[in-house]
T-cell receptor, first 113, second 111 residues
């Protein structure tokens, strides 16, 4: 248990659906991240938030929309996804940007059908 | 963008042997970290080594860093079946606070 909780653990959605992934941390961390992990690819950094402000958007398609309402919660809103978006989506947090150790959630296994 | 490149991509060894994994990176870094991931789960932080450090130990783990060669190694001594997992190196580059991961090494400990 790392202190970062992701829900749901598994999600199957159609290409026309709208769904949201949730991440929660009560570690008092100020930075939060979304990563995408596809088979045989390195972890791809998608979004970075610091003190609830987005500081990084790594050319992610607009069908992925992050939201950080407060420093403890991070969402990833999904809309009109493609089958190639199927992957493990990992949330992480760290004390601050550039603070070293990141704490990861268990991930959401997303399947787009 | 990918920063670290682990080598080998996959490694199978007998229980009790030592496992060595290597990581090469491209930019100047503040620190390098190693993480472990069990199949389909989240990553767990193992050890962090700063750019001014050359070697660090934590239990059965030994990490080295050679900034002149832009490389690091992770040694797991006296391996156990429970060490079976994927291992990733990750770097924080100077002037960039993001943690960027490599593709990982899949380690399989044979009983």
């Amino acid at each position: 248990e790392t202190g970062v909780t992701q829900t749901p653990r598994h999600l199957v959605m159609g290409m026309t659906n709208k769904k949201s992934l949730k991440c929660e941390q009560h570690l008092g961390h100020n930075a939060m991240y979304w990563y995408k992990q596809s088979a045989k690819k390195p972890l791809e950094l998608m979004f970075v938030y610091s003190l609830e402000e987005r500081v990084e958007n790594n050319s992610v398609p607009s069908r992925f929309s992050p939201e950080c309402p407060n420093s403890s919660h991070l969402f990833l809103h999904l809309h009109t996804l493609q089958p190639e978006d199927s992957a493990l989506y990992l949330c992480a947090s760290s004390q601050d940007l550039g603070a070293g150790e990141a704490f990861f959630g268990q991930g959401t296994r997303l399947t787009v059908v | 963008s990918q920063q670290g490149e682990e080598d080998p991509q996959a490694l199978s060894i007998q229980e009790g042997e030592n496992a060595t994994m290597n990581c090469s990176y491209k930019t100047s870094i503040n620190n390098l970290q190693w993480y472990r991931q069990n199949s389909g789960r989240g990553l767990v932080h193992l050890i962090l080594i700063r750019s001014n450090e050359r070697e660090k130990h934590s239990g059965r783990l030994r990490v080295t860093l050679d900034t002149s060669k832009k490389s690091s190694s992770l040694l797991i001594t006296a391996s156990r079946a429970a060490d079976t997992a994927s291992y990733f190196c990750a770097t924080e580059s100077i002037g960039d606070d993001k943690i960027i991961f490599g593709k990982g090494t899949r380690l399989h400990i044979l009983p």
